[in-house]
Structures are given as structure tokens and as C-alpha cells.
């Protein structure tokens, strides 16, 4: 017995030191030369191993939800169509009952509907299936279908002199694809702004005009712009493109009968001015675009209030009159309704300097705004019935539609869609993520900055600390689970903390989020997979170019057979499966910096820290000159090319 | 036997527990009040501060329960020379007021736990203590010293805004040249407070739990006079009291209000038709408020509820004889404001001011102003003192950052080419330590949201303004 313990004591002994003898000559060697980290304190196998995307949470099934997307009413007023973007599904509802009718499978993410004039045709646009489909209304089953666009959201009806067309906002493609309906073919795909969101056309048919939902690439330190574009739906072509100067976030687009107007709610962002505080709008605010399309003229009016705002306005419905127009603020949960003679009045004695200051003034909307209705979880996208007399509310994240008697402004009952699906956690994150109640006097969400979880293009300057030049890009949230820390600096270890105290403080300026309610919205965070890749073939496999690409991406040697040091190949720091080793690096930007993953890059733009990058090639032709970002001054353009197309199918 | 036995004894504790509880629950039935009460006819002794014109010797808190008209009331300030005040938890379970334990003691802050029946000094002063105000996290806020009846608005003896955690000890909020009174909690987080920033006037201002962000809320009220008691209702509204006499007796007013979306525009009587002049007014359920209003006859002062748009009072809700119904607020639980972090960074002794650009001025439409190039930016450590702490250029786009001592009140002007001061600012605002507090710029219109551009002056080293080098610069002049 004593031998036999001796013995294992002599085993465990030789094991033990065997492996102090790796660590000391072989492991710190190991770590120390492939992280090329001198603080080895944070460094750890799962860095560069262990890592499954599999087994990440947004790899993973997730409960669905009946969450009600694009609305459409019938001519008659009898019927509201609702698109299901969660279930594959469009639903049809009695507007007296408020009952659901049936409901149709349509694949590809249903989000964007419109019906033509007679009401007979469902046009639906399928966010994922990069198509739109056309329904029969009689017996809600699809008749056709018409690949466009990567990603339609949108899609509006519109009676030409040429023949009845349909305008379908791409917004993955960052284009405008025009049909006609009869045949359903193509006849044109414009370029739009960034991701168009929205579509409206005039009610002569005349034009049609696409919001578009982030600002367009410019310098860091440049006022940014997002844009309406507007398309002659005859020739499929665009006629003009419309800045709004730092406006974006613009989801919906709505004419005015009988005034020259398009209106446009919007986010008037100040990315560029420092945060030292959120009071007075002073880090974004609502407001909602008027172009006239007579005089090509824009102007913004504010939404908010003095000491109150109305975060993230989304849908928005004008009445038949023309008098009186209605939008959706999905993170105050309300629907603004403002008096169109009222703001004609104000525009018309106010000069032209006061007009065009109008949207910093707090204290102007009473001016116009007569109501707020409330309304549950996360009101998105309106209608209106034909007579204007009933208004219906899709609240997203409610599972339902609320119907609303437009003469007295009363709620007339709910189509009850769902359960409002608040047993699963990611759902409750999605709500804690949507809303503004959390930020001082609501001013905003963790959408307004993260649509879709996803970016909105631009830099901030924060404050932390102190004011200076501490300009940082906004990383997407698409895709984070497994890729802590979080932060440029990559100081925050979990989600937790990021979105926590350290949100509170610097953004949001009230209590941190509840502990509960936090764990529900880092749930939701990590449910959400990196976007959708945008140059990947059909059948998944890499073009010739995009296979030239990914060797360099994994090259050892340049192409004149020289070594490139590990520490700057680029699967060194970007290793798969997340392509990132989740550790800082200098890479000639001015610090230490996170690496962030590359999953979904291609629609990430501006890229490095503070966003100097407006593209991919601009990483490597304007900031990579000592090689520090990955060994590329060997590679001619055709090289670089290759390179960047592998990376936009990661 | 054992389980036996250690079932038994569990049963008995339980019991004990059960007894114990039982008749024991000492919350107050729903629509309980709490009151101040004055003595009708009180003794005139000169009184020292302006708490003694308020609550007179003999002036009580009181707890109200329904039916008011049985008059059964409880007295919480029982042992006190005066109290008054009453400010109520917002979990309901306790009550705030002020109170003096001798007439000749100073007027400190009380708490009373409505269950426990019993109230302890939550402050001793020096100066006295006065209108009580909780933060969301349970923190005490109130105005000290007391201003002496001879002393209101001396610069000598201002009334400066505190915070004071449970069993901690208080900490100075305001370091302006303001006189300040009245401070409420609105349901944003910030502590909204009146300021007499000249003689016969007062504005509205806020400031942020920890002192920062000094704002002016509303307009300042020339015409108006001194405000008191500004509430926030459910409608919307600031609501407050204008008083229309002086003199020995406290004075009574009109109430009026402004809409929280428009605050610097929408100044506007509360109840137009009626005559009788309100003591206090407190928001209540149901979106009513309980007003304190004389009435025609003995006791002068009596309690009402009514609605915010009520043309007139209507029959009083209590009267009772020999005493004059000055206060009163609800007993129950009440939404609690937004909470927030604090900024502050009590290792640092300087913060940062920037201004976006100090020729944006709501006089420059109307004027033709030159525009100005350098910030002259001053302090005044000690009222009187005045020091000048140094010139910072003005960018090319009007903006200006310069790093300022904190805790002291800030002058500034804006100067031309030729030295000439072409606006000026009072030394009335401060920055906390670590605070970074910016602007839009120099007399802006109010509720302005900046527009969105990169000020150069966030580009160009920060000018570090000290009050020592200020101080040793004066000596030298002098």
C-alpha cells in the first residue's frame, strides 16, 4: 500500500513537474509568441482555441414571435393585412371584429407590404429571401414572385402613366429596385442612399420617394448626412438625392395630399459635438423632415419637447385631408399626431433663417403636436383606413395592432397577434433594448445608436475622459456573443458591464439598468448573429477572387516568397471562426486597440476605432503605411482587391 | 422525539411571530394627510428667520384621517416650539419636516416613521436646515441657513443647496451667487429649486443630484416677482406660488405654472377665476391638488381639494377652529423620479467648461454685436471677493474650453477685438470637481439642442485656469 502511494506521489511529482517545466520553457513561450501580448495576465487558450460558433447563443434556435411588421388596409377599409417578418407569415384581419381572418406562409421574412389600387394584389417584400412576392387578397396564397434587391423592406404601389409600378427599397443592396406589375419584371435597379428604408410615392404617381436609414460615408470629423432619393418610377431612374443634414434613422416616408410635402421622421444626430451631458437634446433628438417637392427645399422640425422626448420615431401616416399627419415613436411608446394647418401657419410667418433653426428649438413642437397617444411595447409601422378615421398601430414587440378612433383619439381595441412572447428572455432584452425609459428623460434607446442591433455609421465623441478628441466609432452588436471584452479599449470583460453602470453613466446619465432587466438584454444581445453575408454565391462557395483573397488572408509569405512576421500576418490577430483573437493590438491608429471580429464586416463601414476608414481598401491605401495593420505594401490593387473580397463574405 | 421537539418549538415561534404582527401593522388608512398647522391667533414675537414668519410659535405637523369631517387627527411634531413642512416619503412610510425644539434653537430637519410613530433630527446645522426634499436613493435634500428676516438675499448669507445620505454627513450642492429656496425633485432626477439671482425676482433652476449642470429652467420672471413652492403636477406642469404680500405675516399668493415642454413660454395663472390667495399647493391623487387657501373667516386658512382646472374651490375638504391650515400632502406612496449616477470626481479640483460658440446669443439677431474673441472668466471665492481667473482666445467658430476651479461661482465675458466687453455673465455658475459642462453658447435662447459640428476648440491645448495664480495676480495689482 505505502509503495503504491509512493509510487503515485512519484507520478504526480514528475507530472507536476514536467508541467512547470512547460510553462516555464514551453507554454509563456507559447503564449507569449503567438498572442504577442507583453501582459499575459488576460491571455488564455480560448483566445485562439476552443472557440465553437455553434455553440455561441445566436447559433442557437430562438422562440418566434408574432411580431407585426408592415401594415396595409384594403381599399374598402374591411381588412388590415399584417406581415409576420418572425413567423414567415401575413395575416389578415377583420377591422370591425379585430379579429385575425387567416394567416399565409410567405418564406423569406416577410416585412413590407403594399396592396394595389383595387385591393386585389398583396405585394410583400421578404427581408431575407431577397425577393418580393405577390399575394392574391382573395385567397391570401402567393401568385407570384421576383427576385430583388439584397434585404426589401419596402414597397410602395404606384399608377403611372406607363402602367402600374412597384418601387422596393433594397436595403442590404443600398438600392431601389422598380417593377412593373404586369408583367412582374425588373425594369431598373437605382442606387440609393445608405440602407433605403422607406418608400413613398406622390399621389400622382409621378415620383417616387426612398428614406434611407444611415448617413452617408464622409470624413469622421464631417457633418453627416443621410438621404432621400427621389425615382421616376417610369424610366426606373433616379431623379435627385436629397440630403439630410445629420439626420438618419429615417423608417418611414409619407406624402401629404394637397401640399407639395414629403415627411420623413428622423433622429437629428450631434455625433460630432463632445457628450458631456444628454440634457437638451444635446446627444440626438426626434424630428421629422419636411421636402417640398415643388421647391426641392428641406426643412426639419423637432418632435421632442423641452423636457421631454420621444425617442426613435419610426412609422408615420398623413390622413386623407392632408391636415393631419401621425408617427411612431418606438422607444417613448406613443404616437405623436400633429396638425398639418398648424405647421403650415408657423412655417409660413416664420423667416427663413428661423425655419431652417427650427429643429434645435425644444419648446417649438406644442406649436404643433396636439396629442400623444400611448400605446404598449415598441409602436413601429401605421395605417389608416381610407376614410382616415381609424388608425392602426403595429406595437412590435407587443404582439399586437392597436386600433385607435382618429376623432377622439381612443384606443377602439387591440388585434391581438401573439401573446407578447414576455416568457422568453431575448424577447424581454429586445424590449429592455427598444425602449428609452431608461435614459434620462427618454431621450433614447440602445436602438437609436444600434438599429437592428446593428450600427448607425458614425463616430462619437465621448467624454469620459474629459473633453478632447476621443472620437469612437460604433461597432455593431451583431454577432458579439464570445467576443468580450468589449470596448475599443477593450476594458469591459462582459456585456454586462458594458451595458451596465458604465452605460448609465457615460450615456444614458440615470440609475444603471435593473439587474434583471440587464440579463434580459444581454440575452437579446447574444441571440443576435452577425449580418447577413453580402457576397457569398448562392451555393455558399468563394469566387475565384474571393478564394485568391482568403490566401492571402492566411498567407505566411509575401508574394515575392518573403516571411511576414507572425504578429502581422492577418489571421494572427483575426483568427477564425470569429476572426478575432479577442486581444489589443497597435496597428498604427493611434493606441492599443480591441480587435473586433470581422463576422458581417462588409456592411460595418467606417472602419478602426474612431471610424477614419470609410472602406475596407482605405484601412490598408491611407492608414497602413508601416505595415503595422498586417503586411500589405507588397500587394498591387489586384492583391488588395482580392483581399477585401474575401473579407466581405466573412 | 427530537423532530417532535423541534416541531414544537417551531410552532411556538411561529405563534410568537403571528402575535406579534397581529394588530400590529401601523400604516395609515388610505387618505390619511399630513398638515401643518398654525395657531390662528399666535403670539406676535419678532420673528428671527423667515422659517418663524412661517410656522409661527405652536405650529404643528399633524397626521389627517379620513373622515376629515370627524377632525381625528396626530400630532407628529409633539415636544417641538414649531414645525412645519411636511414632506412625505415616497414609499409613504415616512415624513420629513422642519422643526425647532426651543424657540431659541435653529429650525433643523425632522424625520418621522409614520409606522414607529416617532420622529429624530435628521440634521444639526449650523444656520438651521430647511425645506426637506428626497432623492430617489433615499438621499435628504434641503437649503441652508435659514435667512434671517433681515438678510434675504444677502450676498453675506446666501442659501446654498445640500444632499445628505441616511446617517451621513451633508454636502454642499450649489456654490452660486443665488439665493436659493424651495427645491423639489422632479421626476427627470434633477432637483429643481428657485433662485432669487436678483432683488425681487427669482428664476427656476436645475441641477443634477450632484450639483452639476446648473440650468435655468424657466424664465426669469421680472414681472412676476419672487416665486415659492414650485411643484411639478401630473399634467405636465410646474405649478407655483406667487406671493403678493410682505410684511410680518407670511405671504399668501397666486398660483401659477408653466408647461414642462415649454417652460420659458407658457407662464400662465392656475386658476384664473378665483380670488382667494393660496399659502401652499401640493399635488395629490387623480391629478388633484390640496391648496391651503384663505378664507373670509376665522380659522383664515383651510385646506381644498381641487382639480388643476377647477374654476373655483369649492367647499374647503377641512377647517379647524383655532388653527390655520397652512400644508398638506398625501400619505401614500408616490412615483419615485428617475435616479442617476454621479459625474463627480472628488479627486479632482478643477472641471472643464466649453462653450460651442459665445456669439450665438439670443440678443445677436437684433443686434449688431460685435462678435468676440477673447472669454474673460472670473471667480468670486467669497461674496464680494471678486478675482479674474483669465483670458481664453475664442476659435474661429466661436467656441472656447478652459479647465476652472470647481465649487466657486464663474463670471464670464465675452470681449472684441478691442477689449470691450460685449455680454457678461454674473458669477453664478460653478462646475463640480471632474465636470465637464458645456454649452451652446453665451445667452443662448433657452431648450436649445446644439447643432452638430466639432468645435476647434476641443482641438487646441485646454487653458488651465487657476483660482491661486488668480489670487496671487491680484495681490501683485494690488
Known amino acids: 500500500m505505502r509503495k503504491r502511494t509512493l509510487v503515485m506521489l512519484v507520478v504526480l511529482a514528475s507530472f507536476a513537474a514536467v508541467g512547470l517545466w512547460l510553462k516555464q520553457n514551453y507554454w509563456t513561450d507559447h503564449l507569449l509568441r503567438m498572442s504577442h501580448q507583453k501582459d499575459l495576465a488576460k491571455v488564455s487558450c480560448s483566445n485562439c482555441h476552443l472557440v465553437r460558433t455553434a455553440r455561441l447563443p445566436w447559433a442557437k434556435a430562438r422562440p418566434r414571435h408574432d411580431s407585426p411588421a408592415g401594415l396595409a388596409v384594403s381599399p374598402d377599409g374591411k381588412r388590415v393585412y399584417i406581415a409576420l ?406 476594458k469591459n470583460p462582459s456585456l454586462e458591464v458594458q451595458c451596465g453602470p458604465r452605460f448609465a453613466k457615460v450615456l444614458m446619465r440615470t440609475d444603471p439598468i435593473p439587474e434583471k432587466e440587464l440579463l434580459d438584454l444581454t440575452t437579446f444581445i447574444k441571440s443576435l448573429p452577425p449580418q447577413r453575408v453580402m457576397a457569398r454565391s448562392a451555393d455558399g462557395k468563394l469566387t475565384s477572387t474571393q478564394e485568391r483573397g482568403r490566401a492571402i488572408f492566411f498567407a505566411t509569405k509575401t508574394s515575392t516568397g518573403k516571411e511576414i512576421p507572425h504578429e502581422r500576418r492577418c489571421s494572427t490577430c483575426h483568427r477564425p471562426p470569429l476572426y478575432s483573437v479577442r486581444l489589443p493590438f497597435e496597428v498604427g491608429s493611434g493606441g492599443m486597440f480591441d480587435t473586433p471580429h470581422l463576422l458581417g464586416l462588409a456592411d460595418t463601414a467606417p472602419y478602426l476605432h474612431d471610424g477614419r476608414a470609410l472602406s475596407l481598401e482605405e484601412i490598408w491605401t491611407l492608414y497602413n503605411t508601416n505595415d503595422l495593420h498586417g503586411v500589405t505594401s507588397y500587394m498591387n490593387k489586384i492583391q488588395l482587391n482580392d483581399l477585401v473580397a474575401f473579407l466581405k463574405t466573412l | 422525539v427530537k423532530t417532535n421537539g423541534h416541531f414544537a418549538i417551531s410552532a411556538f415561534c411561529a405563534a410568537l411571530l403571528a402575535l406579534s404582527n397581529f394588530g400590529c401593522d401601523k400604516s395609515v388608512p388610505p387618505g390619511t394627510l399630513v398638515l401643518t398647522e398654525s395657531p390662528a391667533r399666535s403670539a406676535s414675537s419678532a420673528p428671527a428667520d423667515i422659517l418663524d414668519l412661517r410656522y409661527p410659535a405652536g405650529s404643528r405637523v399633524v397626521l389627517l384621517y379620513p373622515p376629515y369631517g370627524g377632525g381625528r387627527i396626530q400630532v407628529l411634531s409633539a415636544g417641538l416650539a414649531a414645525a412645519g413642512g411636511p414632506v412625505v416619503s415616497y414609499d409613504g412610510r415616512s415624513i420629513l419636516f422642519v422643526g425647532k425644539a426651543r424657540s431659541t434653537d435653529d429650525w433643523q430637519i425632522y424625520a418621522d416613521d409614520v409606522a414607529e410613530g416617532h420622529f429624530q433630527a435628521l440634521t444639526s446645522i449650523p444656520g438651521g436646515a430647511m425645506n426637506p426634499a428626497l432623492l430617489p436613493n433615499g438621499d435628504l435634500v434641503f437649503v441652508s441657513p435659514v435667512p434671517k428676516t433681515t438678510e434675504t438675499n444677502s450676498p453675506q448669507h446666501r442659501s446654498e443647496l445640500f444632499t445628505q445620505p441616511p446617517g451621513g454627513r451633508p454636502q454642499q450642492l450649489t456654490f452660486g451667487s443665488l439665493g436659493i429656496a424651495d427645491p423639489t425633485v422632479l421626476s427627470d432626477g434633477r432637483i429643481l429649486f428657485v433662485a432669487e439671482d436678483r432683488p425681487g425676482g427669482s428664476t427656476l433652476f436645475t441641477i443634477n443630484n450632484d450639483g452639476t449642470e446648473v440650468t435655468a429652467f424657466a424664465a426669469p420672471m421680472a414681472s412676476v416677482g419672487t416665486i415659492r413652492q414650485p411643484r411639478q403636477s401630473d399634467d405636465g406642469r410646474v405649478l407655483f406660488l406667487v406671493p403678493t404680500t410682505g410684511g410680518n405675516s407670511f405671504p399668501c399668493g397666486f398660483a ?223
Open chain 1, 85 to 490: 417578418d418572425d413567423r414567415d407569415e401575413v395575416a389578415e384581419a377583420d377591422t370591425v371584429s379585430l379579429r385575425v381572418l387567416r394567416r399565409a406562409k410567405v418564406a423569406g421574412r416577410p416585412f413590407g407590404l403594399a396592396l394595389d389600387k383595387e385591393g386585389k394584389q398583396l405585394f410583400v417584400t421578404c427581408r431575407d429571401g431577397d425577393r418580393l412576392a405577390v399575394l392574391d387578397t382573395q385567397t391570401l396564397q402567393e401568385t407570384a414572385t421576383i427576385s430583388v434587391g439584397m434585404s426589401p423592406v419596402a414597397v410602395a404601389f404606384c399608377r403611372t402613366v406607363a402602367g402600374d409600378r412597384l418601387v422596393v427599397a433594397n436595403s442590404m443592396s443600398d438600392d431601389i429596385s422598380v417593377l412593373s406589375v404586369s408583367p412582374l419584371q425588373e425594369l431598373g435597379r437605382p442606387a440609393a442612399g445608405r440602407e433605403p428604408f422607406a418608400v413613398a410615392v406622390t399621389p400622382d404617381g409621378s415620383r417616387a420617394f426612398v428614406a434611407n436609414r444611415m448617413v452617408r460615408l464622409v470624413s469622421v470629423k464631417t457633418v453627416p448626412a443621410s438621404e432621400i432619393t427621389e425615382i421616376d418610377p417610369v424610366k426606373a431612374r433616379t431623379v435627385t438625392r436629397e440630403a439630410l443634414e445629420s439626420a438618419h434613422l429615417s423608417e418611414a416616408i409619407c406624402a401629404v395630399v394637397g401640399r407639395s410635402w414629403m415627411l420623413t421622421p428622423l433622429v437629428k444626430v450631434r455625433n460630432l459635438v463632445p457628450i458631456t451631458q444628454v440634457a437638451n437634446g444635446w446627444v440626438m433628438s426626434s424630428g421629422l423632415a419636411i421636402s417640398d417637392v415643388a421647391t426641392g427645399k428641406v426643412i426639419q422640425m423637432p418632435l421632442d419637447e423641452a423636457n421631454d422626448f420621444f425617442a426613435d420615431p419610426s412609422g408615420i401616416v398623413v390622413d386623407p385631408s392632408g391636415k393631419r399627419a401621425y408617427v411612431a415613436s418606438g422607444g417613448g411608446d406613443v404616437v405623436t399626431v400633429l396638425d398639418l394647418d398648424l405647421m403650415a401657419s408657423w412655417l409660413a410667418k416664420a423667416d427663413a433663417a428661423t425655419r431652417q433653426e427650427a429643429i434645435y428649438d425644444l419648446s417649438l413642437s406644442p406649436q404643433y403636436i396636439t396629442a400623444r397617444i400611448p400605446t404598449q411595447r415598441n409602436p413601429k409601422q401605421l395605417a389608416l383606413s381610407p376614410d382616415g378615421g381609424t388608425l392602426f398601430i403595429a406595437e412590435r414587440l407587443q404582439d399586437s395592432i392597436l386600433v385607435v378612433d382618429t376623432k377622439s383619439l381612443a384606443a377602439q381595441g387591440r388585434i391581438v397577434l401573439g401573446d407578447g412572447g414576455l416568457n422568453d428572455p431575448i424577447r424581454r432584452g429586445e424590449r429592455v433594448f427598444t425602449t428609452a425609459g431608461y435614459t434620462f428623460q427618454h431621450q433614447f434607446s440602445c436602438r437609436s445608436c444600434h438599429p437592428d442591433g446593428h450600427v448607425d455609421g458614425l463616430s462619437y465623441d465621448f467624454d469620459t475622459t474629459g473633453i478632447g478628441d476621443n472620437l469612437l466609432d460604433n461597432r455593431s452588436l451583431l454577432g458579439v456573443a464570445g467576443t468580450e471584452p468589449f470596448k475599443w479599449s477593450g
Open chain 2, 256 to 478: 401659477k405654472s408653466v408647461r414642462m415642454a415649454r417652460p420659458f413660454q407658457s407662464l400662465a395663472p392656475l386658476f384664473p377665476n378665483v380670488t382667494a390667495r393660496i399659502r401652499s399647493m401640493q399635488p395629490a391623487g387623480n391629478g388633484e391638488l390640496l391648496v391651503c387657501a384663505e378664507g373670509s373667516a376665522r380659522p383664515s386658512l383651510t385646506l381644498y381639494r381641487v382639480s388643476p382646472r377647477a374654476a373655483d374651490f369649492g367647499a374647503p375638504l377641512f377647517a379647524a377652529p383655532e388653527w390655520d391650515c397652512c400644508e398638506a400632502a398625501e400619505v401614500t406612496p408616490h412615483p419615485q423620479p428617475m435616479g442617476r449616477l454621479s459625474t463627480v470626481d472628488l479627486t479632482k479640483q478643477t472641471g472643464k467648461i466649453l462653450c460651442l460658440n459665445v456669439n450665438f446669443s439670443d440678443d445677436s439677431p437684433h443686434h449688431s454685436t460685435p462678435l468676440a474673441t477673447q472669454i474673460r472668466i472670473f471667480a468670486e471665492p467669497s461674496p464680494g471677493n471678486v478675482c479674474v481667473l483669465g483670458e481664453v482666445p475664442v476659435q474661429a467658430d466661436g467656441s472656447f474650453l478652459a479647465e476652472v476651479p470647481a465649487e466657486v461661482p464663474l463670471g464670464f465675458e465675452a470681449l472684441d477685438g478691442n477689449g470691450a466687453v460685449v455680454r457678461r455673465e454674473a458669477p453664478m455658475l460653478w462646475v463640480r470637481p471632474g465636470e465637464n459642462r458645456a454649452c451652446v453658447g453665451c445667452h443662448e435662447p433657452p431648450n436649445r439642442a446644439p447643432r452638430n459640428h466639432r468645435p476647434l476648440a476641443v482641438s487646441v491645448p485646454v487653458p488651465c485656469l487657476s483660482l491661486a495664480k488668480a489670487r496671487l495676480a491680484k495681490k501683485k495689482a494690488d
